[in-house]
């Protein structure tokens, strides 16, 4: 008999390798110039669309509540973050909180204290399960979260469905296999790079870092060290020339009116944190 546990790691380890291999067979027809115009715009199309239900919606929203969002608002982004396949809402938010709990120390899901792999893929394929009781109980009384999380294979089949009907095999290749492998390894280097490689503008008391690379392909995510300093800002991009597209998109949904009660580092706060003096490995 199979339990729930393996077939959760079966269907985890399904998620990383299949869109791995998608993403070779994708780099063979694009050597072979047999990509066409749609398969691009399928893939960023996608890759834009759904990763900010990862940062904005999963990430800000949901587990560092920084802000408040219409229900509306709120079913689409975590609609979105579903639609990237990391993992049903409230999973992934108990993780997380589970990780700032225990960030590079005994506990924390992820830390490259156990290695660079185990914490950019390795912790997922082990026996690790989210603790919903301990991280994240307050999780279970909201209506949407519990809703969008139940509903999970109803949202991940439609991020496969969509570039498909939109551009036959080949868009569901780029628009969806290719676009998850970008998105998940994207995500995962906020775990493993973010905290190895980088510079630290404060001291967190763990091994956070600001990787500007990762800042850009994941929408603000890699101001990593930043987003440790202040966790509940809802702006990880804390200078002018930290680009944070998520945060960009918080500012306009709040003056749209679709967003309340943002959460903001205020001046004094920040400086009083570069006084007490800052890593700069």
């Known amino acids: 008999m199979i339990t729930a546990p393996r077939v959760q790691r079966i269907a985890i380890l399904a998620t990383v390798i299949i869109p791995f291999l998608a993403t070779l067979l994708a780099m063979y027809l694009l050597w072979n110039r047999a990509v066409s115009w749609l398969d691009v715009a399928l893939l960023v199309g996608m890759y834009v669309i759904t990763s900010p239900g990862i940062t904005i919606g999963f990430h800000r929203m949901l587990t560092h509540r920084a802000f408040q969002a219409h229900p509306v608002l709120k079913f689409v982004l975590l609609v979105l973050g579903s639609m990237t396949l990391e993992g049903d809402a409230m999973t992934w938010a108990s993780n997380h909180i589970r990780h700032h709990a225990h960030s590079d120390k005994e506990g924390d899901p992820h830390s490259p204290v156990r290695g660079f792999f185990h914490a950019h893929i390795g912790w997922m394929l082990g026996s690790y399960t989210a603790d919903f009781e301990r991280y ?55 775990n493993s790079v973010c905290h190895v490689f980088g510079a630290r503008q404060f001291e967190t008391g763990d091994q956070s870092r600001n990787h500007p690379i990762v800042a850009l392909l994941a929408f603000g995510e890699g101001w990593h060290n930043n987003h440790h300093a202040f966790p509940q800002s809802a702006f990880h991009g804390l200078s002018w020339w930290q680009i944070d597209f998520s945060g960009y998109a918080i500012r306009l949904f709040e003056r749209l009116g679709w967003i309340t009660n943002v959460r903001r580092v205020s001046p004094e706060l920040l400086q009083n944190r570069y006084n007490r003096g800052a890593a700069t490995v």
């Open 136 to 190: 994240g109980k307050w999780l279970k009384n909201d209506k949407i979260v519990v809703f969008v999380s139940r509903t999970f294979l109803l949202w991940a089949t439609l991020s496969l469905l969509i570039p498909f009907l939109i551009g036959g095999w080949t868009g569901l290749l780029w628009g969806g296999l290719v676009r998850i492998f970008l998105t998940h390894h994207v995500t995962w280097s906020v």
